[in-house]
């Protein structure tokens, strides 16, 4: 409906526009046209008027004109298209060419009066039937005495005929001329539209949950094929987080339900007969390990849609991230102490950014704990610190099972472990690294991994140092 309505409009503005430049163009072909044409009549007119005056001067008819001969001697002031009269000095019509006829075409006051004063008059005038004249006067003089006026006039009806064609020729052309590019305008118009249309179906698709579908026709880099690639890249991204929800929804709930497994068999278990208090503390314990579990997932998730949602507060403040790593490293003997992985420090420099602390330790922690879980036993993890550049270098390294290159990008999902870190590490939720991932994209980092599997993993953290520094 839209489109079609952008279709009517385009067409009617193009055509109102058209109608507009034609209707000036018209109008001033015929006055420019008209105008001509008079101009060239009163040219031919000045043109007659001096011929006759000279053909009168040189036979020697003035100041006083012998009548009878004139009209002997000049046949050829009977021009087919021309007229002539000659007016006495009082302003009686003293001899006039045959083609007059029996006309009265008197003398005007105007012409007379100007005459007396020896100006020429041009004059158009309708006499019976309408039949237009365009007339010129001429006084003839005889030191400074008006002898006689000499008039010469031409029937208008030839131009105005070829106007009134003119008139009717542009009066027909016109509104066809109208009508041909509103045709076309439409037409046109329809064209230009019609990959919107398609991208209209297409979206009408995606609204009713087709997410696989895309525009086909990018075929231009002009406006239409933009918006076409656009509207692709758009929907792609629609499209990669409507299945990452999708993801999340399904594992989430998977990751609640085998804790609730466990708990629930080995409950039902126990109370199926009655046993000693060892075998119930047991139970106790064990269902309790799971109910942890089950509330770090649900903490986590919480955090993450907080975090989502932007609900997080951060107290961003000049931190010394060297003591942090310090600090952090301390924990990490402890951690480690089980599997017999050692947590040492590589280069440190004092560095300070800004940023939160708390967040920050949770980051290096999550780090250092996932190194220590994924090591070989009895292995070192190193933690360093570095500027590199305008931006604080966080580096921490292990030598474990590792991450495969197609598993790296995934492995900052939420919810995704690897399968031989499932394998390897049975405790574990996946959102660790999500988690992390968080923190540094609200500290305006970058995080990265580089990994062999079975030989090790690096983590390195790029963060940028305050801008006083820089
Ligand atoms: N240092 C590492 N070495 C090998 N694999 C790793 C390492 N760190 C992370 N991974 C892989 O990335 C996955 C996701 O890590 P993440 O920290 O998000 O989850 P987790 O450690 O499994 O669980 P959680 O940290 O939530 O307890 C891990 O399951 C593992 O497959
Ligand atoms: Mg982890």
Not at 163 to 190: C, E, H, K, N, T
Not at 198 to 203: E, K, P, R, S, Y
Not at 433 to 461: N, Y
Request: some cysteine; proline content about 4%.
């Amino acid at each position: 409906m839209s489109q079609a309505s952008i279709r009517v409009r385009l067409t009617l503005w193009y055509g109102t526009a058209l109608a507009l430049i034609l209707i000036l163009f018209a109008g001033t072909i015929y006055f420019v046209m008209a105008r001509a044409l008079r101009d060239q009549v009163d040219a031919s007119l000045e043109e007659a008027s001096s011929a006759a005056i000279r053909t009168l001067g040189e036979h020697r008819f003035g100041p006083f004109l012998i009548f009878e001969d004139l009209s002997q001697n000049f046949p050829e002031l009977a021009l087919l298209d021309k007229f002539f009269q000659i007016f006495g000095p009082a302003g009686q019509v003293t001899i006039q060419s045959a083609n007059i006829q029996s006309r009265e075409i008197p003398l005007s006051q105007t012409a007379f009066q100007a005459s007396l004063k020896g100006n020429a008059t041009f004059e158009s005038v309708r006499f019976d039937k309408g039949v237009p004249f365009r007339l010129l006067s001429v006084p003839i003089m005889h030191t400074d005495r008006l002898v006689s006026i000499l008039r010469v006039g031409i029937s208008l009806y030839p131009t105005d005929k070829m106007l009134q064609r003119l008139l009717l020729a542009l009066l027909i052309a016109s509104p066809i001329a109208i009508i041909v590019s509103l045709l076309g305008g439409w037409f046109l118009a329809g064209r230009a539209l019609k990959p919107v249309n398609v991208i209209t179906h297409a979206a009408q698709r995606i609204a009713d949950g087709d997410f696989t579908q895309r525009i086909t026709s990018p075929r231009s880099s002009d406006e239409i094929g933009r918006l076409a690639s656009v509207f692709n890249d758009m929907i792609a991204r629609l499209e990669t987080s409507f299945r990452q929800i999708r993801q999340f929804s399904a594992d989430a709930s998977h990751e609640l339900r085998t804790p609730l497994t466990i708990t629930k068999g080995e409950t039902e278990l126990a109370l199926r007969r009655p046993r000693q208090a060892e075998d119930y503390r047991q139970v106790l314990e064990s269902n309790l390990e799971e109910i942890d579990r089950m509330s770090r997932i649900v903490d986590e998730l919480l955090f993450l849609s907080r975090a989502d949602l932007g609900e997080i507060k951060m107290t961003m403040m000049p931190i010394q991230l060297d003591e942090i790593v310090r600090e952090v490293q301390l924990q990490a003997m402890v951690l480690g102490q089980d599997r017999e992985v050692e947590t040492v420090l590589g280069p440190i420099s004092p560095i300070v950014i800004d940023g939160d602390e708390l967040r920050l330790r949770e980051l290096l922690l999550n780090l250092v704990d996932n190194a220590i879980k994924y090591s070989h036993s009895r292995t070192q993890v190193e933690i360093s610190l570095v500027q590199a550049g305008l931006q604080a270098e966080l580096k921490v390294c292990d030598h474990g099972i590792g991450v495969s290159e197609q598993e790296q990008q995934r492995i900052f999902d939420r919810f995704y472990r690897t399968d031989i870190a499932r394998g390897h590490a049975s405790k574990g939720t996946g959102l660790g690294l999500a988690i992390c991932k968080w923190i540094v994209e609200v500290h305006q980092g970058t995080i990265q991994v580089e990994s062999f599997p079975d030989k090790g993993t690096c983590f390195t953290v790029l963060l940028p140092l305050p801008s006083s520094l820089s």
